[in-house]
């Protein structure tokens, strides 16, 4: 009787033990799958982190071509604007000649006055 007793104490023991190796190895396997999905999350992080980047360069390139163009388009509008003021000046000036010149010719005594 007594071997059975201790039979059964060491299949206990062992069942016990065996149950403890078990469940220790079944959190290594929770483990390489978090792992996984760790990695997974970090390339993913990468690719996001390199995508962006990668969209920051184009817009900061396209605003830099759009200011260039705009500062190019500003000049040559500042410099037709001049000349349009220069021409403008001219007309002017044109008119007022030729106001005097009417007047002149409206009134040929105010030459015989001046001479």
Same mark, same amino acid.
């Given at each position: 009787?007594? @071997?059975?007793?201790?039979?059964?104490?060491?299949?206990?023991?062992?069942? @016990?033990?065996?149950? +403890?190796?078990?469940?220790?190895?079944?959190?290594?396997?929770? &483990?390489?799958?978090?792992?996984?999905?760790?990695?997974?999350?970090? !390339?993913?992080?990468?690719?996001?982190?390199?995508?962006?980047?990668?969209?920051?360069?184009?817009?900061?390139?396209?605003?830099? !071509?759009?200011? &260039?163009?705009?500062?190019? @388009?500003?000049?040559?509008?500042? !410099?037709?604007?001049?000349?349009?003021?220069?021409?403008?000046?001219?007309?002017?000036? +044109?008119?007022?000649?030729?106001?005097?010149?009417? !007047?002149?010719?409206?009134?040929?005594? +105010?030459?015989?006055?001046?001479?």
């Amino acid at each position: 009787m007594q @071997i059975v007793i201790y039979i059964l104490l060491g299949l206990v023991a062992g069942v @016990i033990t065996a149950y +403890f190796l078990l469940r220790r190895k079944e959190p290594k396997k929770d &483990d390489t799958g978090l792992n996984l999905i760790l990695q997974q999350i970090n !390339e993913l992080s990468r690719s996001v982190d390199t995508k962006l980047s990668e969209a920051h360069k184009q817009v900061h390139q396209s605003s830099r !071509e759009q200011f &260039d163009r705009t500062t190019r @388009i500003v000049s040559d509008l500042t !410099e037709r604007l001049t000349r349009l003021d220069e021409t403008n000046k001219q007309v002017v000036s +044109f008119a007022d000649q030729l106001q005097n010149l009417q !007047e002149i010719l409206k009134n040929p005594l +105010f030459l015989l006055k001046i001479k």
